[in-house]
Structures are given as C-alpha cells and as structure tokens.
C-alpha cells in the first residue's frame, strides 16, 4: 500500500468516527493543533517511531503531552504507534485535516500583507472571499513587505492579489507591449 492511501485510510477512519460522534468541528481543530505541533517538533514523532523505546513508554508520553486531547484521538495516535506509523503522524495529520475540510466545506490560506492590517479588515476580506467561493475560508497572517501595499490571497484553488506590487507589475507589462 502507497503512503497517501494509508493517509488516506486513517484519516478516512478518523473523520468518521466524528461524524458518528458528532464531533466533526471539534476534532478538526484538535487535528489541526497536533498537526502544527507535530511540524514544529519533529523530534516528537522521531521518539515516538524509536523502536529503543517501549510501546509501553510510548503511550505514557502520549497520555501525558496530550492530556486534555479527547480519548478518541489518543486512541486514534495510539494506533498508528501501535501499527509502527509513528513516523507518518504529522503526514497522516495533514491529510486528516484535509479530509475535515472537505467534509466540512472549508478553505484554509493564507494572506500575505506588505503591513500589519487589523482583523477587522482581513475578516472583511475573508468574507468576500467566502461569498465568492461559497465555503467557509480560514487564513492565517503573514507579513510581505515586497508587496510595497495591499495584500494577496493563497488558497489551494485560487489567489486573490491586490498588492501594489503586482499592480506596477501589470502596468509595466502593459507599457512594454505599447498599451495592450
């Protein structure tokens, strides 16, 4: 079996284990938080994929890092461990929250600013863009100063630029070709 179909086939498991649940919205925000601190601690998932470590050692360091994890998640790591997948974690996390947002009709992104704007502003943005692709858009921030002004959206469909900089790009394209 390929790696994406074994993502594939947990994180399948694990999104319908929330809808049986009723725990879609919630288990998607605990998947996305394990997903950013398996990719901010690499060493996390090299010590739990360690065979010098007992399974036993293992899930105690799951039960104590991820205390206030609900028990179907714990569960959920405690088998990949089990499986020898450790290794995979952040990837089978990754393709878990894929699987939510889908399910749930959600675009993640990012918006790029040349400065800080107010979250007033960027949450006007947000909302134009969900009227425009009619799902539910999450972005998180980042400052580009080489934008010079404006900001620029990237989805995984889709950019949205209005920055200064691709604008003087556009009109120096349109004086080179003489105005067309």
Do not use: C, W
């Not at 992104?109 to 425009?132: C, N, P, T, W």
């Not at 539910?136 to 209005?162: M, N, Q, R, W």
């Amino acid at each position: 079996m390929g790696e994406e179909a074994l993502f594939n086939r947990y994180a399948v498991a694990l999104v319908e284990l929330s809808v049986e649940r009723h725990k879609e919205v919630e288990y998607r925000k605990t998947v996305k938080v394990l997903k950013n601190i398996l990719k901010e601690n690499k060493e996390f998932s090299a010590i739990l994929s360690d065979p010098n470590y007992s399974l036993k050692d293992k899930y105690k360091l799951i039960d104590k890092v991820f205390v206030n994890v609900q028990k179907d998640i714990i569960s959920f790591i405690k088998i990949i461990i089990n499986n020898g997948r450790a290794f995979y974690l952040y990837d089978i996390f990754k393709e878990t929250l894929f699987r939510f947002d889908d399910f749930l009709q959600i675009e993640e992104g990012e918006i790029y600013l040349a400065e800080d704007m107010s979250d007033e502003d960027i949450d006007k943005i947000r909302l134009a863009i969900e009227k425009d692709i009619g799902k539910k858009v999450e972005l998180d921030k980042a400052i580009d100063p080489s934008l010079i002004g404006g900001f620029k959206v990237k989805l995984k469909d889709g950019v949205y630029d209005s920055s200064i900089s691709t604008k003087i790009t556009k009109l120096r394209n349109t004086l080179i070709n003489g105005g067309k």
